[in-house]
Nanobody, 122 residues
Framework: QVQLVESGGGLVQAGGSLRLSCTAS??????MAWFRQASGKEREFVAYITWSGGITYYANSVKGRFTVSRENTKNTVYLQMNSLKPEDTAVYYCARSRTTTFMSLTSGYNYWGQGTQVTISS
């Protein structure tokens, strides 16, 4: 049984920072990703990291501001978010990849966390 549990969300002012964590149980050895879903919008890709952590991908909207990393000894993936903007407001989800190839579509992921709310005030 795979479980993903996110934490670290909250309310911050624009320009601030947050660090999200996602701790996984069950089988390890998979690439992971972060997605987000704003109210009334579709879930969108944010960041991706391979099992080794050696390869990462980012959505253009967060490139240079967000950093994805992982500590495999703790089965945890992080998303460091800096220079936050009101448009970053969303529920953030971590997800485990079903393939060994990078995918930015939700169909590429077969396990999801429950999500953590991030709200950025202007």
């Amino acid at each position: 049984q795979v479980q993903l549990v996110e934490s670290g969300g909250g309310l911050v002012q624009a320009g601030g920072s947050l660090r999200l964590s996602c701790t996984a149980s069950g089988r390890t050895g998979y690439a992971m990703a972060w997605f987000r879903q704003a109210s009334g919008k579709e879930r969108e890709f944010v960041a991706y990291i391979t099992w080794s952590g050696g390869i990462t991908y980012y959505a253009n909207s967060v490139k240079g501001r967000f950093t994805v990393s992982r500590e495999n000894t703790k089965n945890t993936v992080y998303l460091q978010m800096n220079s936050l903007k009101p448009e970053d407001t969303a529920v953030y989800y971590c997800a485990r990849s079903r393939t060994t190839t990078f995918m930015s579509l939700t169909s590429g992921y077969n396990y999801w966390g429950q999500g953590t709310q991030v709200t950025i005030s202007s």
